[in-house]
């Protein structure tokens, strides 16, 4: 690991730990308080919901993002999750904000709002397209402390099936979309540039759509910058079946060092409703919550060099229902199945219209 690298992870540990909850909750008021009224940030009625769009490519931002240095040899990789010192008792709460280029997908307020009430650190990866269709809502996330906004492609596309080419260009337009947001913010009362999840400079991690990857991925991730984040307890929300019960045991089943992933962008169809009870769970159980980077920071990463859900090889299911040629156009209604159980219970069973972001059931978006 290089060491600015090193430090900055480092500097993301020590602030998490030394602030308590109740702190956390009065900076990231405070902070907000500065940009947005209580009234601003509050949901608004259909803003979770999604809807279809023809593609206008003059959504792409028109200039670029700064280059970083590529990811250190030895954090190079799938991060599944972290291996905690002793004692030590976090898990990361990651939400997918996945948009497909045939869409304008939601952002799922009450989620946002419970992760404030309750002083809870998280992670959301943020499709571009998603951050350049909702501004403002992109940049409330920047600016919260307790949140840190990672890079989730540009448009959702399979980036196991895209030529080298498309696929560099693709996470390109991601990371110029953030580039912008973060420079906005930049000139806001409520920026406050320095290391900590509040550091409105630049992503430190991403997502893959689906949640596959090959070698040639992993590594423009890497090459880029970026620490490529998996996880390993997936919740299934994407799933309109599945329960804010089934939502809430599944994350129960996560011992410390665990990278949950969830969704905030309309399609976590009950992960509002589960979101408490998990957070309420997880106290009694004597956890904390962290960041990606935070927890990284902790301990040591967890990296495979392959993505995968469970077990490697279990979601190359992905590859047929989502060839990485062009997602311009909606997928069709998928078939009727039998009922599905586990992680991607949702994605043969889902509606057309939540079939985009099934995807990334149990992982992300």
């Not at 080419?165 to 406050?192: V, W």
């Not at 990284?296 to 047929?320: H, R």
């Amino acid at each position: 690991m290089s060491m600015s690298r090193l430090a900055h992870l480092t500097a993301l540990c020590i602030a998490a730990t030394v602030a308590s909850s109740s702190d956390a909750r009065a900076e990231g008021r405070a902070a907000l308080g500065a940009c947005w009224s209580a009234a601003e940030l509050a949901g608004k009625a259909g803003e979770k919901a999604t809807h279809r769009e023809t593609y206008d490519p003059t959504v792409e931002p028109r200039t670029e993002a700064e280059p970083l240095a590529p990811v250190a040899p030895a954090l190079r990789g799938s991060i599944r999750s972290v291996k905690l010192p002793p004692g030590e008792k976090l898990v990361a709460l990651t939400f997918d904000l996945c948009e497909n280029a045939w869409e304008v997908s939601g952002y799922d307020a009450p989620i946002i709002d419970t992760l404030r009430k309750a002083g809870v650190n998280a992670t959301f990866f943020a499709s571009g397209k998603w951050l350049m269709d909702h501004k403002e809502r992109a940049q409330q996330l920047m600016a919260d402390p307790l949140f840190e906004v990672g890079a989730h492609s540009w448009t959702h596309r399979n980036f196991r099936l895209l030529p080298p080419g498309e696929m560099r260009r693709d996470l390109a337009l991601n990371l110029s979309a953030d580039s912008q947001l973060r420079r906005t913010l930049s000139g806001r009362s409520c920026y406050r540039p320095g290391t900590g999840p509040v550091d409105a400079s630049r992503p430190l991690v991403f997502r893959f759509p689906f949640g596959t990857c090959n070698t040639e991925a992993l590594d423009a991730v890497n090459d880029a910058g970026l620490l490529a984040i998996q996880w390993d307890i997936p919740t299934g929300d994407p799933a309109p079946a599945q329960s804010a019960d089934a939502i809430a045991k599944s994350a129960a089943t996560a011992k410390p060092g665990a990278i949950i992933v969830m969704h905030a962008n309309g399609r976590g169809h009950h992960t509002a409703e589960a979101l408490p009870r998990m957070i309420e769970e997880f106290r009694k159980r004597g956890f904390g919550f962290a960041t990606v980077s935070e927890l990284i920071a902790k301990g040591e990463p967890v990296i495979k060099d392959s993505c995968y859900e469970l077990k490697p090889g279990d979601n190359l299911k992905y590859d047929k229902l989502f060839p990485a040629a062009n997602n311009s156009a909606p997928p069709p209604a998928p078939k009727p199945a039998p009922a599905a159980t586990g992680w991607g219970a949702g994605v043969r069973n889902a509606p057309a219209a939540s079939h985009p972001a099934a995807p990334i059931t149990a992982d992300k978006p």
